[in-house]
């Protein structure tokens, strides 16, 4: 495990298949909050990792935090290693979607890990973030309203 990782165990037992070609697929959520309202951008990747584990990996960014969840694409299921898919749910299941929350779901079977990570670069920074610009006045600006 990787530091600032939240590692987790999920059973399931005694599940009844209908058949040998029927699977299960587990449905996980992953949600990231700001408490700042001013000048904020969210953003949202999921892909191969680099790192040669052969995973998958879902990272949801506001501003310049990040939720990063790494997948596994092999398990050890009834005692015989099989593959795993990994499948982002989000066109399917209506996640909340906003520049101050970014929530995510993913389809798997067996052992993801979640790491908090600080950002070198915001959100803002991402092709696809979403953002909410405040406009601060001027004094000028201020007197003219008034």
């Known amino acids: ?3 600032s990782t939240i590692k987790y165990t999920i059973e399931i037992g005694n599940y009844p298949f209908q ?4 699977s299960l697929q587990l449905v996980m959520s992953a949600l990231l909050q700001s408490n700042t309202t001013d000048n904020i951008c969210s953003a949202k990747e999921f892909g191969e990792t680099t790192s040669g584990d052969n995973s998958n ?7 310049d935090h990040s939720l990063y969840g790494r997948f596994i694409k092999r398990g050890f299921i009834d005692s015989t290693i099989k593959s795993v898919s990994n499948i982002l749910l989000d066109k399917d299941m209506n996640p ?5 929350t970014l929530q995510s779901y993913i389809g798997i079977q067996i052992d ?22 405040k406009s601060k006045l001027t004094g000028s600006q201020i007197a003219v309203l008034l």
């Open 1 to 3: 495990m990787y530091p």
């Open 57 to 63: 990996y879902l990272k949801i960014q506001v501003d």
């Open 96 to 100: 909340i979607t906003s520049t101050q």
């Open 19 to 22: 058949s040998s070609l029927t």
């Open 112 to 133: 993801p890990d979640f790491s908090v990570l600080l950002d070198s670069s915001s959100a803002s920074s991402k092709t696809n973030s979403i953002c909410l610009r």
